[in-house]
Nanobody
């Protein structure tokens, strides 16, 4: 399984950005998809996750009501729509996948990781 994240960039505070993560390989291996982010010197933190059908979604409190995770399974792609961006959202964003169908916020329970895409929010 390979995950390719894209869509990062520079945006002003209050703006929006949409990240994409394209998956390849056996579809049964990306049952649950998630987004995490990391800044220099800090642990990678959970942002959002979605079940296969999108019926179960979890969000970190810091992004709830601003970010939306969605997926287009026929296109093997998961998205993270980020609205009302703040300077503290600046980070490298990673998409991740796990084959189990249990939606989890724990990064240690994800099997596959993308390469990361940088999001910079200027204040």
């Amino acid at each position: 399984v390979q995950l390719q994240a894209s869509g990062g960039g520079l945006v002003q505070a209050g703006g929006s950005l949409r990240l994409s993560c394209a998956a390849s390989g056996r579809s049964s291996e990306w049952n649950v998809m998630g987004w995490f982010r990391q800044t220099s010197g800090k642990e990678r933190e959970f942002v959002a996750a979605s079940s296969w059908r999108g019926t179960t979604t979890y969000y970190a409190d810091s992004v709830k009501d601003r970010f939306i995770i969605s997926r287009d399974n026929p296109k093997n792609t998961v998205y993270l729509q980020m609205n009302s961006l703040k300077s503290e959202d600046t980070a490298v964003y990673y998409c991740a996948a796990r084959s189990d169908n249990y939606v989890t916020t724990s990064k240690d329970q994800y099997d596959y990781w993308g390469q990361g895409t940088l999001v910079t929010v200027s204040s």
